[in-house]
């Protein structure tokens, strides 16, 4: 049985169960057709080729269906690939579930809602914290079950949420090193920043965009949103536009998604906090199949780069 993809090698036989997280038709070279599995287990992704593939192919191995395969562990490009011997569906017979191959967050929902909840609750500011607890508790079900992104960072089951943890962390380091940051502002920035998420995408399995998503995006739904809760809370001060700000440019710049660039500290902050929480999971989910003295798969991300674990230490992680 397959030890998990995380830990696949090239030369690796393998012979066990994967979800189909995406299955893509193309014609190869000589016209016949093919389907370009993106094949998951809770450790993680790896894709695969079906040449050669039928029209029952095509209805069978589709995006959620669950196969057995056997395979073998090949390079193509830098990237490991898995080379089909053979692939089946499964039936009822093979007792297993979607949620079997699904990569979940290292922290429990309802813990990381706590420490969210704890950062709320020791806001000063009155208006920045009843419109942050309003729009959690609004979006609070589908905030703890969403992904953070299609693809990149943080794309499993709960992602958003543990991003949101894991730069709140940093927020908070770097407000005690520059107590000038409003850390109300700072922390409802890092809390609603990527809420607008859980519209803008589809959910946690085989995540796509919504047509809402595609058409608006994250930023301004947030954004109106923020409106909306000061309409209904009857806050009409400087906060509201404030909150706003930190949406429209926490991406920094405009060839970067970005409507508006930073013009207060925490905006800043907020970004730099962003990016570097986006990057090091990027980089930590790119290394943890990679040997030490080795280098990893190419990241489209961060410019194409492949990156290096050096052989004197090898760093735990915990997802």
Not at 1 to 9: E, L, N, V
Not at 220 to 240: C, G, H, P, Q
Not at 296 to 314: G, L, Q, T, V, W
Request: a negative charge; aromatic letters at 8%.
């Amino acid at each position: 049985m397959s030890k998990g993809i995380r830990f696949h090698q090239v030369g690796d036989r393998v012979e066990s169960y994967y979800l189909i997280k995406s299955a893509v038709k193309g014609v190869a070279s000589n016209g016949k057709p093919f389907l370009t599995l993106q094949l998951s287990d809770h450790t993680g992704d790896i894709e695969a080729k079906l040449w050669g593939c039928s029209p029952d192919d095509e209805m069978t191995f589709t995006s959620q269906a669950i196969v057995y395969l056997h395979g073998e562990v090949s390079d193509y490009r830098g990237r490991l690939q898995m080379k089909i011997s053979s692939i089946r569906p499964t039936t009822a017979m093979d007792q297993v579930k979607v949620a079997d191959f699904v990569r979940s967050a290292p922290i429990a929902p309802q813990d990381m809602l706590e420490e969210i909840t704890q950062y709320i609750f020791e806001m000063k500011n009155a208006n920045i914290q009843r419109i942050t607890r309003h729009l959690l508790k609004k979006h609070q079900k589908a905030f703890l079950e969403s992904p953070a992104a299609t693809r990149n960072h943080h794309e499993f089951v709960s992602g958003l949420a543990y991003h949101v943890v894991s730069m709140l962390k940093v927020a908070k380091s770097l407000a005690e090193l520059y107590p000038t940051l409003d850390t109300d502002l700072l922390y409802a920035g890092v809390i609603l920043h990527d809420l607008g998420k859980v519209r803008e995408l589809s959910g946690p399995i085989d995540t796509t965009y919504t047509l809402e998503g595609k058409l608006i995006g994250h930023i301004s739904i947030m954004v109106t949103e923020i409106a909306e809760a000061a309409k209904e809370l009857s806050i009409s001060d400087e906060e509201v536009l404030m909150l706003q700000h930190l949406i429209l440019s926490h991406h920094g710049k405009g060839e970067w998604g970005s409507p508006k660039v930073p013009v207060i500290r925490e905006a800043e902050v907020l970004h730099m906090i962003d990016n570097i929480d986006a990057k090091m999971n990027m980089m930590d989910r790119a290394l943890e199949r990679v040997q030490p003295g080795e280098f990893s798969e190419r990241i489209m991300a961060m410019d194409n780069r492949s990156f290096y674990k050096p052989s004197f230490h090898e760093p735990p992680l915990d997802y």
